[in-house]
């Protein structure tokens, strides 16, 4: 089985070292990051808002949604946070309208240190590089953000079961496999992990780079 390449030691020092900080959180970086942007202000995101951006990376979302939101409203959680840190160094136009600590190191999707009043939350191609119960874990942990409105997220799909078994050559012509990185799931698992969470969930038509599906998650209250 192949590691995840996240997941061996160095990875982010070396990268960062190296200039590469866009390069590891992926391609097309201007383009993914407008997308993310365009995906939050249809589910509704606005610059009095508060988001909480998961798996944030070196801020490809990051540097547009700071511009867009108050001074103080934007988030941001990541399994290194160097890589975050990297991010606010090089990417941001204006370093003082986003306080470092609120770049926050959370590898397991706990959200240490988050305020209470986060109203979105986004995990844009996180889930790919993981397997689902980190997606079961994010669900029942962004339950305690009374005021969350929606939490947008990605992944890869299989067809069908039998299709899941083996590599599924994604639209976009990633190839991705059920037992090791980038991983695909099935849509009526990902609907079966939100409904027992506790979250109503939809599936966004929009086409994303290499191939990924949109959800939207809106909580059950009441």
């Known amino acids: 089985m192949t590691a995840n390449p996240y997941e061996k030691a160095g990875f982010y020092e070396t990268a960062i070292a190296a200039g590469q900080h866009r390069a590891i959180v992926g391609g097309r970086w201007d383009e993914t990051g407008r997308i993310q942007m365009e995906v939050l202000r249809e589910a509704g995101l606005e610059p009095h808002h508060r988001l909480l951006d998961i798996g944030a990376g070196s801020l490809r979302l990051g540097c547009k949604a700071v511009e867009y939101l108050a001074p103080g409203h934007y988030w941001a959680t990541d399994a ?16 003082t309208r986003l306080d ?3 770049l926050v190191e959370d590898a397991r999707f706990a959200f240490p240190g988050i305020p209470d009043d986060i109203t979105h939350a986004i995990a844009f191609a996180v889930f790919p590089h993981l397997t689902m119960v980190h997606l079961r874990r994010a669900l029942t942990a962004l ?6 409105e929606c939490f947008l997220f990605t992944v890869f799909l299989a ?3 039998q299709a899941s078994l083996g ?11 059920d037992a090791r990185a980038p991983y695909h799931v099935l849509e009526a698992d990902v609907a079966h992990f ?16 290499r191939g990924q599906v949109l959800f939207v ?6």
């Open 80 to 95: 290194s946070r160097e890589i975050m840190l990297a991010g606010h160094r090089a990417e941001l136009s204006d370093p």
């Open 100 to 102: 470092p600590a609120q």
């Open 143 to 148: 339950h305690r953000f009374e005021r969350l």
């Open 159 to 161: 067809p069908d079961v």
């Open 167 to 177: 590599p599924v050559r994604q639209p976009d012509g990633v190839v991705t496999h």
């Open 194 to 209: 939100a409904r027992c969470s506790g979250w109503e969930l939809s599936r966004e038509k929009v086409m994303l780079p």
């Open 217 to 222: 998650a809106r909580p059950l209250r009441g």
